[in-house]
């Protein structure tokens, strides 16, 4: 009977062939180490998000008169509301945290490079759309973070040239951060998930194009592939069961410390908070905005330290294979790179002061200045490594993958 | 790659204990004790509610955190079993006698930098200053009076009864910001256990379907 209707689908639509060729039989590299999960809790986060928002915006009422209290009401009253509220503002942190050490080990790894372009920058636009759909929904529960975090970021706009204040009130639709830009942010905070799940499906369909990278940085023979089921579902399950210890710690144990004290407090825009901070994810690029002293300068260095991420493909002009794992001077870039970027979470972070503000410049030349340097720097790297003879595992390893590939 | 997973997760938990180090507050451990719960909603209804409201919690709610229905009863006189704890002084008698009227309490607990530790230091934080008027370390210029009355205290006993009021006070708060904490608690333990398991057999069962490629 069963399989009578999987023939009458198959007939008409490729559920087995779909099935076979992109899940149960699809090649992966059998020497993915457990970096290569991140993108799977990615998309269990996302889901998990969508499933716990829509009940939220079943109780939620998106009226600045309203909107604090039926948090309360959900937090108190709905049944297991508490639950489904601290499992969507801790799955906000998780959802970046999973995000930012994708990106990382593709970094690391040197993922974006040929032919996997736009595959990376798929999934830049995915970090985009991630961004928009947590600020948004921040302002949502209607406290005094919620409110000055959107009213600082708005005024931002106010920067671009001619047009900035008519910008400003295009996107709050009035001269203030108000009702009017609660309803639309709702509204919008609602959507973008939903694209967010259509961006998901195109970075997947340019993945299961080029095939997953592998540490190695080689495209491996056919004998060294193996199906994705059962080997990479499993695997994806254990790491998935390690991830939930992490996130039920947060969402159960500790949810408040992820939650700014001042947003327990109604918006109030008469009284601006004595220190106005963005959540920890936001944090880096917020202290890159306040390092540059032109208003302008501020937003497009903050704007361009996200997008120079997409340059990557470009900017890193070594052939050698394998990323940091091979390069020892892309390695040390990689690594001064990471304590970069934690330094300026933590810059943003504390309030400004003198000292502060000029770690927070150096910082920020360092931020750029390693993106920058990376074309002379990968090839000059790149002579010297082939001066002194590749690593003998990376050509032991680029011998035994192309004998595999003639046969 | 465990040794970054640290580093990433304690920078996560690490950030938000920055906030704290403005002012130096002393640290209290909340009692979650019934008994101590309705000590604390004794003090902050005799003490707190003539100008401060506590709208977030209903009288049903008390009931909830361990009261007896007889002391609610007594509590809410008229009142709807759904009314809230309102303040007694109306908001336009605070803002001619305050400036402003005085915050809610439900979130106190939560709403400042330091959280428990914030509230607690800042009841036992009320001083004399020279010329006879009131003080607050924590909050320099405080327009509430010294309501557990710690600048008056004659003695380290006296000093140390309102300490432990404070305390109770911090608890109850505690749990008027937060009434399904224990709850939440409970469930992350069973949640935690369970995942434990999976997560063990998940990895044996990984290395037996990965076996086969050996």
């Known amino acids: 009977m069963f399989n009578q209707i999987i023939d009458w689908v198959d007939q008409r ?17 059998r020497n993915l180490s457990y970096w290569w999960n991140f993108g799977f809790l990615a998309g269990f986060v996302l889901v998990m998000q969508v499933a716990t928002g829509i009940f939220l915006a079943m109780h939620y009422k998106a009226d600045s008169a309203l909107a604090f209290d039926s948090i309360q009401h959900i937090m108190r009253d709905v049944n297991y509301g508490w639950l489904l509220r601290y499992l969507h503002a801790t799955g906000a942190s998780a959802f970046f945290f999973v995000i930012f050490i994708h990106m990382a080990r593709t970094l690391y790894y040197g993922s974006y490079r040929k032919p996997r372009e736009l595959l990376w920058w798929t999934g830049q636009g995915l970090l985009l759309l991630l961004m928009g759909t947590a600020f948004m929904g921040y302002l949502l529960p209607w406290g005094q973070m919620s409110y000055w975090g959107a009213t600082v970021i708005t005024n931002l706009f106010g920067a671009s040239p001619i047009l900035g204040h008519e910008i400003v009130i295009w996107l709050r639709g009035d001269f203030t951060v108000g009702d009017e830009t609660l309803s639309r942010f709702f509204a919008l905070h609602y959507l973008f998930p939903f694209i967010i799940v259509g961006a998901v499906i195109i970075h997947l369909v340019a993945l299961h194009t080029v095939k997953s990278s592998n540490p190695s940085g080689i495209d491996l023979a056919a004998k060294d592939n193996i199906p994705f089921h059962p080997y990479f579902t499993i695997k994806d399950l254990f790491g998935l069961g390690l991830f939930m210890m992490l996130y039920t ?37 917020y202290a890159i905005l306040r390092s540059v002293p032109n208003a302008l300068g501020g937003v497009v260095a903050m704007g361009l330290s996200v997008l120079i991420f997409a340059f990557m493909p470009y900017l890193d002009r070594s052939r050698i294979p394998g990323g940091a794992r091979y390069r020892p001077w892309y390695r040390i870039l990689f690594y001064g790179f990471t304590v970069d970027i934690l330094f300026l979470g933590w810059i ?31 090839r000059a790297e790149e002579r010297m490594m082939i001066k002194r003879g590749l690593p003998p595992a990376l050509q032991a390893m680029i011998d035994s993958e192309s004998k595999g590939k003639g046969k | 790659m465990k040794k970054f997973l640290m580093t990433l997760a ?21 009692d979650t004790s019934p008994a101590a719960l309705e000590r604390g ?73 330091g959280r428990g530790n914030y509230t607690y230091t800042y009841l036992t934080a009320f001083y004399k200053k020279p010329d006879g008027s009131l003080d607050n370390h924590v909050f320099p210029g405080v327009k509430m009076p010294d309501a557990l009355g710690y600048s008056e205290a004659a003695d380290d006993k006296q000093r140390a009864d309102i300490k432990a009021q404070a ?31 999976l997560t063990g057999m998940l990895y044996v069962l990984k290395k037996k379907i990965w076996a086969r490629l050996d």
């Open chain 1, 13 to 29: 639509f490729p559920l087995t062939a779909f099935v076979k060729h992109e899940l149960t039989g699809y090649p992966t590299p």
């Open chain 2, 10 to 30: 304690f920078s996560l938990t690490a950030l938000p204990a920055f906030a704290s180090s403005e002012a130096h507050l002393e640290k209290v451990q909340v």
């Open chain 1, 348 to 378: 943003g972070f504390v309030p400004p002061t003198d000292s502060t503000i000029l770690y927070g410049k150096i910082a920020t030349i360092l931020y750029f200045l390693m993106f920058l340097s990376l074309p002379l720097f990968s």
């Open chain 2, 41 to 113: 909603m004794d003090i902050v209804t005799s003490n707190c509610t003539g100008c401060h409201a506590l709208k977030y919690i209903h009288y049903r709610d008390l009931l909830g955190m361990g009261v007896s229905k007889k002391k609610v009863d007594e509590m809410r006189g008229d009142k709807n079993m759904d009314a809230t704890l309102v303040s007694a002084m109306p908001d336009d008698a605070a803002m001619s006698a305050f400036g402003k009227v005085p915050p809610d309490l439900s979130l106190m607990f939560n709403a400042r930098e």
């Open chain 2, 167 to 197: 305390k109770d006070v911090v608890s109850f708060l505690a749990w008027a910001a937060d009434p399904h904490e224990q709850e939440r608690l409970l469930f992350g333990k069973y949640i935690m256990g369970y995942l434990v398991l």
């Open chain 1, 249 to 285: 710690w947060f969402a159960f144990f500790t949810p408040n410390t992820l939650i700014e004290a001042a947003n327990n407090i109604p918006a109030n825009p008469m009284s601006t908070p004595s220190h106005i901070v963005p959540e920890w994810y936001f944090l880096p690029f």
